[in-house]
């Protein structure tokens, strides 16, 4: 798991609780999400993240940094399960 630079200048725009993200709310998705991981594609930085309620029960979402919304779901795969 790659671990979160936390002075990374493409997560300047986020709210950062010590050395967490989190508490993150995400537009169309219920709840609050926290950060598990980074992915770097393309040059652009995006956030793996969980939900804050249901943990690892439910499914991880992707985000862009800059924009703090989700990629196509053909995307989200690609990173989540596909890009090293």
Known sequence: MNSINIKDPSLSN???KGRVIE????????GTWY???THIYGGSTFLQLESE????E????IVNTRTMEEP???FS???????E
């Open 14 to 16: 986020l709210k950062i």
């Open 23 to 30: 508490n993150l709310k995400i537009k169309g998705r219920a």
């Open 35 to 37: 950060a598990v991981k």
């Open 53 to 56: 309620q249901h943990g690892d």
């Open 58 to 61: 439910a499914e991880h979402i």
């Open 72 to 74: 196509s779901k053909d």
């Open 77 to 83: 795969y690609h990173l989540l399960f596909e890009a």
